[in-house]
């Protein structure tokens, strides 16, 4: 554990602890933050006192990632919600702009030394060890995955820092240089696999004992972890992070059965209905959407923040002593759609073709009939067949018999050969729109 004391802390402690952060915080979201001195005043809170604790917490109004655009749009470069002097900024990161224009993502000192603590934590969990070598993939650019390598220095791991895109360094640095580990996405480790036969260089050959994935889901379905384990005879642990709040938030332990919640001190997180915005309680097998209240947070605290992030909730004891929760990510809003009524993540058709493993490669792409998330006809799944692997009616209806089964939606399985579906190096786009009427 990287922080032993912390994580073995009981619930209630840990309470009482954020209660006090809490009520800091927003003494000085009042006293320096004007977008959410407004919006609290706006929503009938006038000053922290109107607020209450964190009990009342689910009264207060949501934060959108549209607001913070909005606001860094009126007030430029960082919006109205920043409530450090721009002296006072030490880092300036951008999210990706996937989902609109790009943001500015501002931190102070303090802020970025609470990033590399609640990573070092998570990765601590998630396998990263002092004196481990390990390969990290994340380039040193404009997004926050840069700030990892802050967190693997504070852990005292011997970094190999190679970035996206330089496979060849990637291998050669387990072949000379022995490296143990590698943080990576889940999808570039399923690249690495193919990249490997291709060549004829068997993947267990090179060494590497753990896969720290992060970025996207994927890391925590079963078959595409089996399918990483096996190849390279490693552990395969997820991470989770979110810009707006740290690198890397959650971490998985040994256990494997969900990332524990590594941001005790600094951030609360709530559980909420993502359609009614209603909170959940943090009971075992719970599903929701995740949602962030910085507690100590200098240049661009966040209050409520919607992640989009849906997860499923693990509230068993577990055997690494850790008493934080554990949650699995199930997919992103972004990436849902609504099949009928059904909701659908690509990553769980994903998941139940990389069952039929023998058959197919495990990449697919899902071609919806019309744009929008909303889809009245059954979307198209593409899926790779394994090479040597001939389209055959009989394992189409198969593979949509178990679709429909598991996931309670019609889709009609199209089959593509081997190697037409493009691989990633960094994150994979599992819908495809162009077809899209
Ligand atoms: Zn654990």
Redesign the pocket.
């Known amino acids: 554990m990287f922080d032993t004391e912390v994580e073995t802390r009981d619930e209630s402690a840990q309470r009482e602890r954020d209660e006090t952060a809490f009520s800091d915080q927003l003494e000085y979201l009042y006293r320096n933050s004007p977008f959410y001195r407004d919006k609290l005043t706006a929503a009938g809170f006038c000053d922290p006192g109107a607020v209450g604790g964190l009990a009342r917490l689910g009264a207060l109004p949501f934060t959108t990632k549209d607001e913070i655009r909005a606001t860094q749009a009126e007030h430029p470069p960082f919006g109205a919600h920043l409530a450090a002097t721009p002296e006072e900024v030490r880092r300036v990161y951008s999210t990706s702009g996937t989902t609109g224009e790009p943001c500015y993502i501002a931190v102070t000192g303090p802020d970025l030394k609470a990033w590399q603590r609640i990573s070092a934590r998570s990765y601590t ?1 998630a396998g990263i060890s002092a004196g481990q070598r390990v390969v990290l993939t994340y380039n040193a650019g404009p997004f926050v995955a840069g700030a990892v390598m802050d967190s693997f220095a504070l852990i005292g791991a011997t970094i190999i820092p190679v970035g996206s895109g330089n496979t060849e360094r990637v291998i050669r640095a387990f072949q000379r240089l022995s490296a143990e580990a590698i943080a990576c996405t889940p999808s570039y480790a399923l690249y690495l696999i193919d990249w490997c036969q291709e060549r004829g260089i068997d993947p267990a050959s090179l060494g590497v004992r753990r896969f720290s994935v992060a970025g996207e889901p994927g890391g925590g379905e079963t078959a595409i972890r089996e399918r990483i384990q096996s190849a390279f005879g490693a552990t395969v642990n997820e991470a989770m992070g979110i810009a707006d709040v740290s690198p890397s938030i959650w971490g998985e ?3 494997q059965q969900g990332m ?1 919640w590594s941001g005790r001190d600094y951030v609360h997180v709530e559980l909420i209905d993502p359609g009614t915005g209603e909170k959940i309680p943090w009971t075992d097998g719970a599903e929701g959407e995740l949602v962030y209240t910085a507690l100590r947070r200098e240049a661009m605290p966040i209050l409520r923040l919607r992640s989009r992030d849906r997860v499923v909730v693990n509230t068993k004891p ?3 002593g ?1 008493k934080s929760v ?1 949650v699995r990510c199930v997919g992103r809003t972004d990436d849902l759609l609504i099949v009928r009524g059904v909701n659908l993540f690509p990553t769980a058709v994903r998941s139940v073709v990389h069952e039929f493993g023998d058959r197919v490669s495990g990449a697919i792409l899902i071609r919806p009939r019309v744009r929008g998330i909303r889809q009245d006809r059954p979307p198209t799944v593409v899926v790779e067949l394994a090479e040597r692997v001939t389209p055959d009616t009989a394992l189409a209806t198969e593979i949509e018999t178990a679709i429909r089964a598991k996931l309670v939606v019609s889709t009609k399985v199209e089959f593509v050969e081997h190697g037409a579906i493009p691989r990633s190096e960094y994150k994979i786009k599992l819908v495809d729109f162009s077809a899209a009427g």
Do not use: S
Request: with cysteine.
């Open positions: 969990a332990c040994h256990e524990h577990c055997t690494c850790r554990r």
